[in-house]
């Protein structure tokens, strides 16, 4: 129709040129009121035409199959939606990820500007703002489970816990961003555990933080660092998760699958797959290891699906 709408439009506006290029005769009065009237009609069957042709593609667009995902710019969640959007786009959906922080990934299921999420870290890293959403989403329950943080060293040193901590690299942890949850709990162990006294944290980024830890595990020398799971560094390098025996990183966390309050009745099979959505910390962290090594992240996650039809059927059943 929008089509058909343009050709219309453009014969229209031909025979207008044509008429106006025409050479310039005696014309009466009459005559000239006419034509004027002509031109007149003409050009407003066209806006017509052309509106018409615009709402009309507008309207045809099918939103029923349009989803978005709410999402945070991590490896491991930018690993999970672009999962899940591949698995949707394969049922024929028209799917976009939108990249926000934690607060608005929230707020953006909450008021429907977003269909769902499977990106939320509960119960400790977002149990907060969790909170505050938490009757106005539909909580469909862990997509993963395991995952953690803590502080990590290579299986090399000779240490287990957090208590055993003495003088190793130079009694510093080489942290993440400043602002990170896993930052300020490494902070709280600081003042927790007496045998960290003259302990520091040395924050940067991610990214320099697991080169860091490359250079060191190459040359085989001391490094205690902030570690989560699910992160590739833990399907690449030998690793161990220090226990933890006051509790101060955390127990175990889940990642979490949300709806809008509505999805199950407007898109019942996307509403199904994220319900259904559910993998293992070693799936995550084999898409994430692809990904850190140059690989587009819907690449990755399309060789995973490829590598594991079997649960990704038990997604649609």
């Keep these: 129709m929008s089509g058909i709408s343009l050709v219309i439009l453009a014969i229209i506006i031909d025979r207008v040129t044509q008429n106006l290029n025409q050479p310039v005769v005696s014309r009466t009065e009459k005559e000239k009121t006419a034509r004027k009237r002509r031109n007149i009609i003409g050009s407003v069957v066209a806006a017509v035409v052309l509106i018409g042709g615009a709402v009309y593609y507008t309207a045809s667009q099918d939103k ?3 989803v978005t995902l709410s999402s945070l710019q991590w490896d491991s969640e930018i690993a999970s939606g672009n999962v899940v959007k ?5 049922l024929g959906y028209d799917v976009k990820i939108s990249y926000l922080d934690v607060a608005v990934m929230f707020s953006a299921v909450a008021n429907g500007e977003a269909d769902g999420s499977v990106a939320p870290w509960l119960p400790i890293t977002q149990g ?3 909170e505050q959403y938490k009757d106005s989403v539909v909580d469909l329950g862990p997509n993963l489970t395991g995952a953690q943080n803590g502080i990590a060293v290579p299986t090399y040193m000779d240490v287990d816990s957090i208590a055993e901590l003495s003088d190793e690299a130079g009694q510093v942890i080489t942290g993440i961003e400043p602002g990170a949850g896993i930052t300020g709990l490494t902070e709280e162990a ?3 555990y007496e045998n ?3 302990w520091t944290q040395k924050t940067s980024s991610t990214g320099a933080m697991t080169v860091e830890l490359g250079q060191a595990i190459a040359k085989e020398e001391e490094i205690v660092f902030t570690g989560w799971t699910p992160h590739w560094m833990f399907e690449r390098y030998d690793l161990k998760m220090l226990e933890d025996p006051e509790n101060v990183m955390g127990a175990g966390e889940t990642i979490v699958s949300l709806a809008r309050i509505g999805l199950e009745e ?3 099979e996307v509403y199904k ?3 259904n959505f559910n993998w293992e910390l070693e799936d995550m962290q084999s898409v994430m290891l692809e990904m850190s090594e140059g690989v587009a992240p819907e690449v990755a996650a399309r060789n995973w699906i490829d590598a594991n039809p ?3 059927e038990s997604w649609l059943e």
Excluded: T
């Excluded at 591949?86 to 394969?90: A, F």
């Design 266 to 268: 407007d898109m019942p």
């Design 196 to 198: 960290l006294a003259g």
């Design 86 to 90: 591949e698995v949707l786009e394969d």
């Design 190 to 192: 600081f003042e927790v």
């Design 310 to 312: 079997d649960k990704v």
């Design 64 to 66: 029923s199959r349009q």
């Design 128 to 130: 907060a703002i969790f």
């Design 273 to 275: 797959v994220l319900d």
